[in-house]
Every structure is written in C-alpha cells, then in structure tokens.
C-alpha cells in the first residue's frame, strides 16, 4: 500500500508553506523511479489570506489593499487551479503531496476522493454534505435556497505528483469571505462545523483534523508512516 508521512505544521504563513510545499514536490518528482517513494499529507492554519488560482479572476477580490491592511490579510496569486479563496485561523488546510501514479487514479478521481473524504469526515460530525453540479469542494444543501459551502478544493499536479489542496471551514471566521465572491460565485454562501453544529458542537480543531486525515486515508487509499 502506498504510503505517506503526515506533519501537521501549526499556523503558518501561506508563502512559508508553499514554499515548503515546493521543496517536498521537487523532491517526490525526482524519485519518480524510485518503487518505494513515499508522499506527505500537510495540515496548516494559515494567517489570514486571500488567494487566487492562475485562471482565477482578480475582480472577485471585492476590496482594495487598504482594507486588505485593515482586515490584517495578505493576497497572493498562486499556481493551484480554481478562482479565489480564502485562508485563515479557524481552517484546516490540508496539502497532500503525493504520487497519483502509485494510487493509480487521475487527477478527477482524485478530486472526487479528497471531497469524498470530507464528506465521509463531516458525515461523522453530523453534517450532511455533497457534491455541487460544476463546481468542486463539498457543498450543504446542494441545489436550494439555503446552499452553501463548506470545503474548498484548488490543486496544481505535474507529472501525477500533487501539491495545494483544500481548506475546510471549522472554525473560521465567516466574516472574511465577505470580502470575496468565493471561488468566483457571487451569490454562494459559506458555512463551518462551528457554524452548522451551534450549541451542539462538541468537535475541537484537534478531534476534526484526527477524523479528516482518517477518512483521506480510507478514501484515497494509503497509510501513514512516521
């Protein structure tokens, strides 16, 4: 079975993390011969952050880098595919860093796989979510007035090896994405566990990183190693 190391790295900048991400990525794609190579799972809280895929429209940022400053947030292009985003406190930001080629899967199935370990994760908490027709991440109340969204996906992948990945609202602060049209719909809300099990959530950031990083494990087919 395929094997990947996990490291959860705390509240990091997003710059930080790419650029550590980059540094895992090289490395996995010069062991591409390599039968026994391994991938990384990364769990991160970033600062607070707007970020935008390479085919991402900037008009979808709503305010300008003066508020930026006052809202203490960065914004930052980026190599992932999907419009934008936002990262912060609150979030699980998970960056898989592995070889589709050794899960013998696609980059589809692959999406398919990290939004169906979300919703197996959620599922476990009590929340029931799915898939959005067109669009990526994990979504509440698909195709009603009240739909909203509480898992987004962007991924960059070359030569089978990924990087980038998703972020999950737990304990996010909401008010951010007012800043936004999120991942380029102007009319879609955004939810959290916090959010979706007021007065009964009884799930910290630590009890949802332990189920999500099980149910990637289960879905996308590997274990961990130290």
Known sequence: MYKAKF??????????????QEKL???????????????????????HVYTLGKSGNE????????????????FVRTNRGGDITYHGPGQIVGYPIIDLDCLKIGIKE??????????SAIAEMGILGGRKSGATGVWLDTDTVNERKICAIGIKASRGVTMHGFAF?????????????????????????????????????????KIVKKHLATNLGFEYID
């Open 7 to 20: 490291e959860d790295l705390g509240k990091i900048k997003y710059n930080d993390a790419w650029e550590y």
């Open 25 to 47: 990525f090289a490395e996995l794609l010069a062991k591409k011969n390599d039968e026994n190579r391994s991938g990384y799972i990364l769990f991160c809280e970033h600062n």
């Open 59 to 74: 008009e979808n940022l709503l305010v300008d880098i003066l508020k930026l400053n006052q809202l203490d947030a960065e």
């Open 110 to 119: 692959y999406v398919f796989r990290i939004e169906e370990s979300i919703i």
């Open 169 to 209: 609202n737990v304990e996010t602060n909401l008010e951010y994405f007012n800043m936004i049209n999120p991942c380029g719909f102007s009319s879609k809300a955004v939810s959290s566990v916090a959010k979706e099990l007021i007065g009964a959530n009884m799930f910290s950031m630590d009890d949802c990183k």
